[in-house]
Nanobody
Framework: QVQLVESGGGLVQPGGSLRLSCAAS????????MAWYRQAPGNQRELVAS???????NYARSVKGRFTISRDNAKNTVYLQMNSLKSEDTAVYYC?????????WGQGTQVTVSL
């Protein structure tokens, strides 16, 4: 049974930082890409960043230079370091992976950027 469990969300002021974590189980973690998506109220879910098994990364234009995705295969965990946060980064952030043609999602963690 595949499980993705996110943590690390919260309330932060503009310009602040947060680090999200996603712990995976039920998969061979080091094989396959992992990704972070986000969904703000009234918006579609969008890709924030992804990381392949060879550590190649991809970022949405809106977060490039501010967010960093990384993975620790020994801990079966993927991270999203978010710096210089803006109000428009406010959303529920989801961890995602595709394995054997199936898409798996975590439950999401809320990130709120506000004074």
């Amino acid at each position: 049974q595949v499980q993705l469990v996110e943590s690390g969300g919260g309330l932060v002021q503009p310009g602040g930082s947060l680090r999200l974590s996603c712990a995976a189980s039920g998969i061979t973690f080091n094989i396959g890409a992992m990704a972070w998506y986000r969904q703000a109220p009234g918006n579609q879910r969008e890709l924030v960043a992804s990381i392949r098994s060879n550590e190649n990364t991809n970022y949405a234009r809106s977060v490039k230079g501010r967010f960093t995705i990384s993975r620790d295969n020994a801990k079966n965990t993927v991270y999203l370091q978010m710096n210089s946060l803006k109000s428009e980064d406010t959303a529920v952030y989801y961890c995602q992976t595709v394995r054997w043609g199936e898409t798996y999602w975590g439950q999401g963690t809320q990130v709120t950027v506000s004074l």
